[in-house]
Every structure is written in C-alpha cells, then in structure tokens.
C-alpha cells in the first residue's frame, strides 16, 4: 500500500484559518492529508509543538500564518519567522528531515494559494516517506 502522510498545519485564526474556511465553503478540494490545528497566531506555535508532533507520529508539520506586516499582533508572524531556521536545526538535531517543516504566509482571501501550500507539502512529505521512528528521538 502507498504510503499517505498526515501532516499538522497549525493555522493563524485571522489568515489561513479563514482561508482554509474559504476554500472549504467554496468546494475547493485538497488533499485529505493535513490535520488542522487552529492557533490565534503563529508566533504562539512553541518550537516544541513541532517536535512534539512529529514524536507523536505526524509526517510533517506546517506553520501557515498571516502575511508578514499584516499579523493581527503586530509581530506575531515575525517571531514564527525567526523560530524558523532555529527550528529546522532543531529538526536536525532530533533526526528529522529539515523538509518536515514549513512556514508559509496565506491571507483570508487566499484559499488557493492555502490549498497549493498542501498539495505541495503532501507531495514533499510523500517523496520523503514516513519517518524513520528508530532515527528520531
Ligand atoms: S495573527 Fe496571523 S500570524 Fe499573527
């Protein structure tokens, strides 16, 4: 059987929540892979939340939050930018492929460009395959 990730998207209220939303109500159809977790903002997913979620069994985590000046907490989404990079190597470090990890920025008014940023990251974590449990932890 081929492999099908599940992936968490941790989505900001304001912007990807409502665009996932969006895209739901108009029909717009998306890969059933994705778990939705919805945060007020992204600059309050803890680096710990992905590393969690990954030790708990997702195949992936996302971060998809407002666009950058647009948050509704002034600086929220900066702060999800600068965990970022620390967050990769943290992936690193614990054994995971950094591409199990995305950051991305959708607006309300964007349910495409939400429904893109799944495709694309059901594709990348489908390329990578499960996660090897043995060399994680
Ligand atoms: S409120 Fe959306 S990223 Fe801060």
Not at 31 to 44: A, F, L, Q
Not at 79 to 87: E, V, Y
Not at 109 to 137: N, Y
Request: glycine share 6%.
């Amino acid at each position: 059987m081929d492999f099908e990730p599940k992936f968490i998207a941790f989505c900001c209220n304001w912007c990807s929540y409502a665009a996932a939303d969006l895209a739901a109500t108009t029909r717009m159809q998306y890969p059933h892979n994705v778990r939705i977790i919805r945060v007020m903002c992204s600059g309050m997913v803890h680096p710990e939340y992905i590393v969690d979620a990954l030790n708990q069994g997702a195949d992936g985590v996302m971060v998809i939050g407002c666009h950058l000046g647009e948050c509704h907490y002034l600086d929220g989404n900066y702060k999800a930018l600068d965990r970022s990079t620390m967050i990769t190597s943290l992936l690193e470090d614990f054994g995971y492929d950094r591409e199990r990890f995305a950051l991305t920025w959708v607006s309300s008014a964007e349910p495409d460009k939400f429904v893109r940023a799944i495709i694309e990251m059901t594709d990348t974590i489908r390329k990578l395959g499960p996660v090897s449990r043995s060399q994680a932890a």
